[in-house]
Structures are given as C-alpha cells and as structure tokens.
C-alpha cells in the first residue's frame, strides 16, 4: 500500500515535543506568534541515485518555519555592565534550536519516518546546526522574527527493485 | 542451438537492473544466496580478453582471442543489516581465510532475455570474490571484485529470489 509521505512526516513531526507547545501549519503561512509552518520542497530528479539493482535513493526535503514575537529589551541593563536580562528572543530561538536537536536525536536512534514498506529508510538531518534567521517582520504588531530550518529526508525506494531481500 | 531474442519492445532500452548477478555459497549445509549490486551505483562485467591481432602480406588482419578473464567490481559494497554475504566476506576477511575466498557459484541473469519463469543465464562455479578493502567516510564500505570462472553451464532461471531454480541446458 502506497503511503502519503507528507501524512508520515506530520506524524512523524507531531511525536516532537517541541513542536506539540505550537499550532502546526502545512503549507500555509500564518504569521502570528508562536506558530509553525511546514512547508514542502520540491527536489530535483537530479538528486536521485539509481542503482543497479533498480533501487533509486530519493530524497524528500522540508522547511520548518516559525515566528516568534520579539521584543526590543537589551540584554543587559545599561551598557559597561555585565548583568544580563532574561530575553525572549534568546529563549525562542532555543526553543526553536530544539526541534533540530530533536531531529539529531532521531537519526542516531534511527527512528524515521514511516514511508511504507517500498521504501528503506536511510537518514533524516537538518541542513543547518542551528536555526536561520530569517528576518523581522515589522509590519505586525508585535513585530514578528521568522526562524527556518531545512530538514532532509533521504531514503531508497525499492519499488522497482528486482530483488527484495527477505 | 538457436539464439534467443531479446524481450524488449524494438528500440526499447534495458534497464540495468535486468542484468542480474548472484552470489551462492555454502554455509554449513546450507545453501546461500545474494544478489549483489544493492546499493552499488554502476557495475560492469569486465572480460579482460587476451587479444593477439596479426597482419598477413596482403594487409589482412587476423585477431585471437585467446582467453577472457571476466570480472565484476562492486564498489560501493556497503556493509547493510541483513545482508548475508556482507558477514561471509566479513568473516573471511578477519580470518585472513585467503583460500576460502574462492568457493562461490555465481549467477548472471539476463533477464532481458527469455520469458516469465525462463530467463536466460549462465552459471560459473568455483569463482572468487575478493575483498578489495574496507573503511570509507560516513559508512562502512567493502568493495568486493567477483573473478568469474568460466566454468559456465548455461541454462535459465525461473524467477528472481532467493529460492530460485537453475535448470541447465548446455555445458560450454
């Protein structure tokens, strides 16, 4: 049975904690605080590996997109001290940072996406150790950050393999 | 004997994956068997023939083939869970078992040719499979290069798995 990718990466997604504290947007920017956005890629055909046995490596890519409310408070009180302030945006983006720490977590426990019994699985990792900072929406009140991450799903499609291993 | 035709459609391509080659051995007294190229990107068969040309007076070239020498390399052979040959050759590997290198039948599958339940293929026993290294960058590779016998009986197979039947029709 064929499965839908995108349905097992959602699935896959909401079993981070992380992701569970925010609404969950699939291909649709809504752009208020505290929200996440999946958005999907499209990879070219180039990116795909056959092999001879008639397996080809396909690679599925996501973006993670999240906003998060800023505020302008300095981190420290006044300049020359070395008080530090807590700091919301400090904090989002750490938030934020936990979702790829989650990711990584995954890989080495080897706990992928279910794509289906035609597809084996190979990695799954962000493209970036930390999240990118995608610029400042000022036109909202409160001024919205947007953070991204890239997340690639790289597994081996045996659907047209001439032999499955049993 | 008549040769049989290829079961494409005119002008229709082969893909890769119908040229078939497996790995049998013995573990114990059980017979094992693996396709190789999982994971392989491109592998060929090379036959590294002996060819000897002369010229008479007149111009006229006469070439000799005086022997072939084929040969299969697979790298990457990467080590995967599951894969039985990946652990045989391991196993051999870490013995330094250098005469047990040389106990495999190897298959090649023309599935290209022939019908359902009848392809097309030649077996050569008594082959070796060589461990070339072992080491990589992010996963462990093992390329290996299949030396083909050429103690060929030719015949076909009826399906590709595991359990397939070899019928024999010829010795060469």
Known sequence: MSIDKNNAFIDYLLKCPQMLNSPLYFNFINAKDNTNQIVTNSDDRSMSSPYVDGSVKRRYTYTIITFKSITDIPLAKAVGTDTRLPNENVEDLASFQAIIDWIAEQADKHEYPDFGENCQMDDIYTTTDAPRFDGINTDVSPSMAMYSIDIVIDYIDISKAIWKQS | ?172
């Open chain 2, 1 to 172: 004997m008549a040769v049989n035709q290829i079961n494409l459609k005119t002008g229709q391509r082969a893909e890769r994956k119908l040229l078939v080659t497996i790995a049998e051995w013995m573990e114990g007294t059980s017979t094992v068997r693996e396709i190789l190229g999982t994971r392989t990107p491109d592998s060929s068969i090379e036959y590294n023939a002996d060819i000897e040309t002369s010229t008479d007076i007149r111009g006229n070239n006469y070439t000799d083939i005086n022997r072939t020498q084929p040969q299969q390399e697979f790298d990457p052979y990467l080590i995967l869970g599951g894969s039985k040959l990946g652990a045989f050759l391991n196993d051999l590997r870490r013995r330094n078992a250098v005469s047990e290198f040389n106990q495999f039948t190897m298959y090649i599958v023309t599935m290209f040719i022939g019908t359902t339940g009848q392809y097309e293929a030649e077996r050569h026993t008594d082959c070796t499979i060589a461990v070339t290294s072992i080491g990589g960058d992010s996963n462990v590779n093992m390329p290996i290069t299949v030396y083909f016998s050429n103690k060929i009986t030719t015949g076909t197979v009826d399906k590709i798995a595991e359990d397939f039947a070899f019928s024999a029709d010829v010795t060469v």
